[in-house]
């Protein structure tokens, strides 16, 4: 019986159920559910209704992400509501957005805060992103959803 025991607990702790890697994605639709727990029989906590918005994925279990969002809700996503897009939420107050990256680059337009950015590409320090009708640079520092 000992031997028994023994055995299902390591089983228990060697099984990868869980990935310690954190990484980005955004929401697939316009309307997604986040869940309390990994199963469609888990209670719905929040509906998302902002497609392309970031979420961090912070665990997985079969189909099911469990994921932090811009304001620290955690619960858990289908994977078929996911999507590698990448974007990202503004983090700073009137975020300048540049025409090229550089600081004395012309200014394109003033961006709020939480604004979403559909991100084209990165380099360094600097993200070329796309915001309503404007496109230009804005600094990774402001940005929450960058890789």
Not at 45 to 56: A, C, D, E, N, R
Request: hydrophobic share 40%.
């Amino acid at each position: 019986m000992l031997k028994q025991f023994f055995f299902i607990l390591l089983f228990l702790f060697s099984t990868n159920a869980f990935s310690d890697e954190e990484y980005f994605l955004t929401l697939r639709n316009e309307i997604v559910n986040l869940r309390q727990g990994p199963s469609f029989d888990h209670p719905i906590k929040i509906f998302y209704k902002k497609k392309f918005l970031p979420v961090l994925v912070q665990d997985k279990f079969e189909n099911f992400r469990k994921t932090r969002d811009h304001e620290n809700n955690t619960g858990w996503i289908h994977v078929s509501q996911l999507s590698k897009k990448k974007a990202a939420i503004n983090i700073s107050e009137n975020l300048i957005l540049f025409k090229r990256p550089t600081i004395f680059s012309e200014p394109q337009a003033i961006l709020e805060k939480g604004k979403l950015c559909i991100i084209k590409k990165c380099k360094q320090e600097w993200c070329e992103v796309v915001v309503s009708k404007y496109t230009g640079w804005v600094k990774k520092e402001n940005l929450w959803g960058k890789l």
